[in-house]
Nanobody, 116 residues
Framework: QVQMVESGGGLVQAGGSLRLSCAASVRIPLLYMWSWYRQAPGKQREFVAFITNQNSAHYDDSVIGRFTISKDHAKDTVNLQMVRQRPGHTAVYYC??????????WGQGTQVPVSS
């Protein structure tokens, strides 16, 4: 089964930084957009950021200036650099990738607990 695989999660202190990465389990041609979402305990999954294969990025207002999404074309991974993490932002972070023919591939998520 094709899926995305997230890595880099772990405990981070409030104000600290963490870098998440996402890659497909197998090489998938014709992907055009990669996104990060997060789901806090007891809440719905919410959008964080996306990047297109033209390197156009868009962020949720809550992370502007603190998170940076990037695409490593050589390694075929998508990264999310997070700085100045906030105590209330403990969440599971998920990535997905969109195919030109409409399929969307999700990962299993990576935990990012933020300690105060």
């Amino acid at each position: 089964q094709v899926q995305m695989v997230e890595s880099g999660g772990g405990l981070v202190q409030a104000g600290g930084s963490l870098r998440l990465s996402c890659a497909a389990s197998v090489r998938i041609p014709l992907l055009y957009m990669w996104s990060w979402y997060r789901q806090a305990p007891g809440k719905q999954r919410e959008f964080v950021a996306f990047i297109t294969n033209q390197n156009s990025a868009h962020y949720d207002d809550s992370v502007i200036g603190r998170f940076t999404i990037s695409k490593d074309h050589a390694k075929d991974t998508v990264n999310l650099q997070m700085v100045r993490q906030r105590p209330g932002h403990t969440a599971v972070y998920y990535c997905n990738a969109r195919h030109q023919h409409g399929d969307v591939y999700w990962g299993q998520g990576t935990q990012v607990p933020v300690s105060s």
